[in-house]
């Protein structure tokens, strides 16, 4: 692990190989770890900078205003890389998206699994199914909340706790459990967004771009993979991953890894 300060706050990330750069991006309710299937097989090509977004992570958090698509930037800028692909699963693929829309000459392909977009909306289909698995939980009480979490993330709608790998269960919740702790302290800082946000602003990506999901995730995000591929010129949709959830790169990694390579390739 190495920490750098970018735009005022210390940022850990890992570097590993050499070649064309790939950026790695987490999802929300995960930080740096759950590439750790993704590193060594893109190493193997690419210069793989897998980081913790401001916060999150071993990442530290100043109270001063930023956006987490300045920080991949300066990032980059750190790194003296003019561009890099990004690699980005749910929130940390809202964040790609934002950078390719913030800074376009940065930006040279997007590589989407489960992904949010920034300014989207969850269906009331989403909110009752949180209802139905989850219910109330205490937001102070970070494992009970993790273990909601991961129920609905990771195992999903249509499978049982039971039918999933019991070590995947325990990772996710011990990384949920320091995500939630950063999406506190986060929450009292102010994160500027794009604006308009990028779910009115698809159209205007012009980088390659490759969007999958889970079998298995929340519906909702199986629609903003097809909404992504029909809107953004030339995009690539891959077949949803079957018996996945949400942390679809750390759960199937084989499939990931190869559609990863061939699309970097």
């Known amino acids: 692990m190495t920490k750098i300060e970018i735009n005022g706050a210390n940022l850990?990330?890992?570097?590993?190989g050499d070649g064309t750069p790939v950026l790695l991006l987490h999802a929300g309710i995960a930080d740096r770890r759950m590439w750790?299937?993704?590193?060594?097989?893109?190493a193997a090509?690419?210069?793989?900078?897998?980081?913790?977004?401001r916060g999150y992570g071993d990442s530290e958090l100043p109270t001063d205003p930023f956006a987490h698509h300045d920080d991949v930037v300066g990032l980059l800028d750190a790194l003296e890389l003019p561009r890099a692909a990004l690699v980005g699963c749910s929130f940390g693929g809202a964040v790609a998206i934002d950078t390719a829309l913030a800074y376009p000459?940065?930006?040279?392909?997007?590589?989407?699994?489960?992904?949010?977009?920034?300014?989207?909306?969850w269906s009331d289909e989403a909110n009752d199914l949180w209802d139905d698995l989850v219910g109330e939980t205490d937001p102070e009480d970070f494992a009970?909340?993790?273990?909601?979490?991961v129920r609905f993330w990771v195992v999903g709608p249509g499978r049982r706790?039971?039918?999933?790998d019991p070590e995947l269960i325990r990772f996710?919740?011990?990384?949920?459990?320091?995500?939630?702790?950063?999406?506190?302290?986060?929450?009292?800082?102010?994160?500027?967004?794009?604006?308009?946000?990028?779910?009115?602003?698809?159209?205007?990506?012009r980088v390659p771009v490759l969007v999958a999901a889970g079998a298995a995730d929340v519906p909702d995000i199986g629609r903003l993979a097809d909404r992504i591929a029909a809107e953004v010129p030339g995009a690539v949709r891959l077949p949803d991953v079957p018996d996945a959830g949400h942390l679809l790169p750390l759960e199937r990694p084989d499939a990931v890894?190869?559609?990863?390579?061939?699309?970097?390739?």
């Open 12 to 16: 850990a990330y890992d570097d590993t």
């Open 45 to 53: 090509r690419h210069r793989v900078i897998a980081v913790d977004l």
């Open 172 to 205: 996710a919740e011990k990384m949920d459990r320091r995500a939630l702790a950063a999406e506190l302290a986060l929450s009292a800082v102010e994160v500027a967004e794009l604006d308009p946000p990028a779910i009115e602003r698809l159209g205007e990506l």
């Open 144 to 149: 009970a909340t993790a273990a909601g979490e």
């Open 36 to 42: 750790r299937e993704q590193v060594p097989a893109l």
């Open 161 to 164: 706790p039971e039918d999933v």
């Open 105 to 121: 000459d940065r930006v040279g392909a997007l590589a989407l699994f489960g992904t949010a977009v920034s300014g989207s909306e």
């Open 257 to 265: 890894n190869g559609a990863l390579l061939d699309f970097l390739r």
